[in-house]
């Protein structure tokens, strides 16, 4: 990648600040050109992407970055009242300059909190630090703010000591994402799987979609530049090793469309699976990754709707939790859908507390902790002064006739179960290896939620 120039002007196209990197393209004509292309064209057919050719025309997406046509390549994004724009006249990798501009808007953010107008003209001197720590006669550095911190300060004030001037190691050093000389007084990890189910069943118990979302999530407070290996029950890694977990005792998961943080080394965990890793210091997300498996709803709900005489409507819902008697579920939160028009509500539930929430057309029946294996009721009563008792018949024998039924949305369930997992995913060991040889306390944790969870009515 290539970028010639960088410029960030307001949404009429005023320039507020720029750098011209390579000295190669007449800066001030290509603001002016960005300037007129925000106002000559049309809305409807601008791009983030698009090309002038020598005789400032504007041409096709198909020459962008085409050397053969002249002219200059444009690549912006818009953030509130800002654009950010980079301009190439060579055949550069026009994504890789759409990356770095999202992840400049990023480094802004983190350091002047909102990003606007305002806050361009404010930081001016501290933005054209950032401009050329981040890239370097065209060619993108680090934009780590974590990095760049250690040197750019918020006042922009830099140390009087030259030692103090130098670039941290961690621009160079491959282990970008994490400094050198960290200590912490107490060495500990902290890991966390966390699953979330997305769930869709119909009426009649099928269930329609099921898929199962994790994160290993990892708050790291470890001294020096220690090494981690993590080995979970993977069925792809037992199989490479020749090892059966299954006479064994365990059970093995198989994982998809796996994502690493970049500090995870690919090329040994495409060889033998492990997970290797240098952590960064704080918080982060290890991996993700998804499973397209079927299981049983975790709580299951059943909804009867019945109109009564004197138009009114009665609901009896029944939840049942389908997992283990030993694990509890955490705040469980059951939306029943409503007509938009009900009025004079009663419950009686045999736990927990229930809740008619009008601007939401919705009952939320909240039970603190649902024991596994356990089964509860609960009443709701309202009248239903709209319609009649013939009415409400037609519409709930599905006659065409009568209220409309589109108020019964699915029934949506919040929950949280701790210690865990619904996929059967284990933290085999968590090694932690420093050249110090200091004694560090790794904490594993297991957590399943919802994720998009309804159950729909009959």
């Known amino acids: 990648m290539v970028a010639s ?3 960030i002007t307001d949404l009429t196209g005023k320039p507020l600040i720029s750098r011209n990197y390579r000295g190669d393209i007449p800066l001030t004509s290509s603001i002016e050109t960005f300037a007129r292309y925000l106002i000559e064209v049309e809305e409807d057919v601008k791009t983030p992407v698009f090309h002038v050719d020598s005789a400032g025309e504007f041409v096709g997406r198909e020459d962008v970055g085409c050397t053969g046509v002249g002219g200059e390549a444009f690549v912006y994004v818009q953030h509130n009242n800002l654009y950010l724009c980079g301009v190439t006249c060579k055949n550069s990798n026009i994504a890789l300059i759409l990356t770095y501009l999202y992840q400049l808007t990023a480094l802004f953010q983190d350091y002047f909190t909102t990003l606007n107008e305002e806050s361009i003209r404010d930081n001016f001197v501290i933005i054209y630090e950032l401009l050329d720590e981040t890239m370097d006669h065209g060619l993108p550095q680090s934009l780590d703010s974590t990095i760049l911190r250690q040197f750019i300060t918020q006042e922009g004030n ?10 941290p190691v961690a621009l160079t050093n491959a282990v970008s994402w994490r400094a050198e000389g960290i200590k912490h007084k107490k060495n500990e990890i902290f890991l966390d ?10 009426a009649n118990g099928t269930v329609l979609h099921c898929e199962i979302n994790g994160a290993v999530k990892m708050k790291s407070f470890l001294s020096g530049m220690p ?3 993590l080995g979970l029950n993977d069925k792809v890694m037992f199989e490479a090793s020749g090892r059966n977990q299954q006479a064994r005792g365990g059970k093995s998961v198989e994982l998809e469309d796996i994502k690493f943080h970049q500090c995870v080394r690919l090329a040994r965990f495409e060889n033998d699976r492990t997970i290797s890793f240098i952590p960064p210091d704080g918080e982060f997300d290890l991996m993700t990754y998804r499973l397209d498996t079927q299981v049983k709803p975790l ?8 109109p009564h005489k004197g138009s009114r409507i009665e609901y009896m819902i029944k939840t049942r939790s389908q997992f283990k008697s030993r694990s509890v579920a955490n705040n469980v ?14 419950f009686k539930s045999s736990v927990g507390n229930v809740t008619y929430l009008p601007d939401k057309d919705c009952v939320v029946w ?4 649902f024991h596994g294996g356990r089964e509860y009721l609960m009443r709701a009563h309202f009248g239903l002064p709209s319609i009649t008792r013939d009415e409400a018949d037609a519409a709930n024998k599905g006659m065409g006739s009568g209220m409309d039924m589109s108020w019964k949305k699915p029934i949506g369930v919040k929950f949280e179960i701790p210690y865990f997992t619904v996929s059967g995913i284990q933290v085999r060991y968590l090694k932690i290896i420093e050249r110090s040889g200091y004694q560090a306390l790794p904490w ?10 309804q159950l729909r009515m009959a």
């Open 333 to 346: 939160e059951i939306s029943i859908p409503v007509p938009p028009d009900v009025d004079s509500p009663s």
């Open 366 to 369: 909240t039970i603190k902790q």
């Open 158 to 167: 830099r140390m009087a000591d030259d030692s103090k001037n130098k670039p």
């Open 193 to 202: 799987v966390v699953e979330k189910l997305n769930l869709l069943v119909a």
């Open 444 to 453: 594993v944790r297991y957590i399943t939620a919802n994720g998009d969870y």
């Open 299 to 306: 709580i299951w709900v059943e909804a009867v709707v019945e």
């Open 227 to 229: 090494e981690l290996k």
């Open 5 to 7: 120039a960088i410029f």
